[in-house]
C-alpha cells in the first residue's frame, strides 16, 4: 500500500510560479510510476504529467510542455511539480497519483490518490 500526501498548493497572478510536493509512503518498487492530474470545476480529470520512479521516463501533457517540469527525489520519496508561466486556465485541484501497470495518461490506471491541491491563478 503507498499513501500520498499532496502540498504547495495555493493563489497566484498569472505569469506565477508554484511548486507542489509529493511525500509518497509504503512499499514503493522500482517499476512504480508517480503522475500528476488536475481538475477543474465541472471538467474530466486530465493527466499533467508523470515520471517513472527510476527517473528514466518523463512524461506531460502539450497543455503544460515548456512550463511545468516534474522531477522526484527517490531518497525522500518525494515528488514534485515546478509550475512556471501559470495561466488562468492552469486553476484546478492537483492531485498525485502512483501506478504500477497501465497507461500513463489514463487516471484509471492509477491505483493510489492524494487527497488533492487547489491552485488557482488569477489574471
Known amino acids: 500500500q503507498v499513501q500520498l500526501v499532496e502540498s504547495g498548493g495555493g493563489l497566484v497572478q498569472a505569469g506565477g510560479s508554484l511548486r507542489l510536493s509529493c511525500a509518497a509512503s509504503g512499499s514503493i518498487f522500482s517499476n512504480f510510476v508517480m503522475g500528476w492530474f488536475r481538475q477543474a470545476p465541472g471538467k474530466e480529470r486530465e493527466f499533467v504529467s508523470a515520471?517513472?520512479?527510476?527517473?528514466?521516463?518523463?512524461y506531460y501533457a502539450d497543455s503544460v510542455k515548456g512550463r511545468f517540469t516534474i522531477s522526484r527525489d527517490k531518497a525522500k520519496n518525494m515528488v514534485y511539480l515546478q509550475m512556471n508561466s501559470l495561466k488562468p486556465e492552469d486553476t484546478a485541484v492537483y492531485y498525485c497519483?502512483?501506478?504500477?501497470?497501465?497507461?500513463?495518461?489514463?487516471?484509471?490506471?492509477?491505483?493510489?490518490w492524494g487527497q488533492g491541491t487547489q491552485v488557482t491563478v488569477s489574471s
Open positions: 497519483a502512483g501506478r504500477y501497470s497501465g497507461s500513463y495518461t489514463v487516471a484509471s490506471s492509477y491505483e493510489y
Open positions: 515520471i517513472t520512479w527510476s527517473g528514466s521516463s518523463i
